[in-house]
Nanobody
Framework: QRQVVESGGDTVQPGGSLRLSCAASGFPFDYYTINWYRRTPENRREFVATISSNGRNTRYADFVKGRFTISRDNAKNMGYLQMNNLRPEDTAVYYC??????????WGQGTQVTVSS
């Protein structure tokens, strides 16, 4: 069964940090682009960051540039999103998404991040 499972969500104060993890199984992880999206309390789905299959190329949404870092470890079938200097507007459910040409996308179940004082 092809799946990705997110973990690491929590409640933190503004300015805090979290590291989200995405554990992949059931598919050739190193052939897939890994993306992070989030769904806000206003029910908006937002692109957050992406990393290429070999990890060499990354891209970020403007609102996380300089604060979030996406990475992956293909040997461990793991993706990560390091989030620093968190803001209340970062509160959302964060989803890991794996994509590759000509195959169905794979979505995780999401992990809740709440930034509140």
């Amino acid at each position: 069964q092809r799946q990705v499972v997110e973990s690491g969500g929590d409640t933190v104060q503004p300015g805090g940090s979290l590291r989200l993890s995405c554990a992949a199984s059931g598919f050739p992880f190193d052939y897939y682009t890994i993306n992070w999206y989030r769904r806000t309390p206003e029910n908006r789905r937002e692109f957050v960051a992406t990393i290429s299959s070999n990890g060499r190329n990354t891209r970020y949404a403007d609102f996380v540039k300089g604060r979030f870092t996406i990475s992956r470890d293909n040997a461990k079938n793991m993706g990560y999103l390091q989030m620093n200097n968190l803001r209340p507007e970062d509160t959302a459910v964060y989803y890991c998404h794996a994509s590759s040409a000509d195959t169905p996308d794979i979505w995780g179940q999401g992990t809740q991040v709440t930034v509140s004082s």
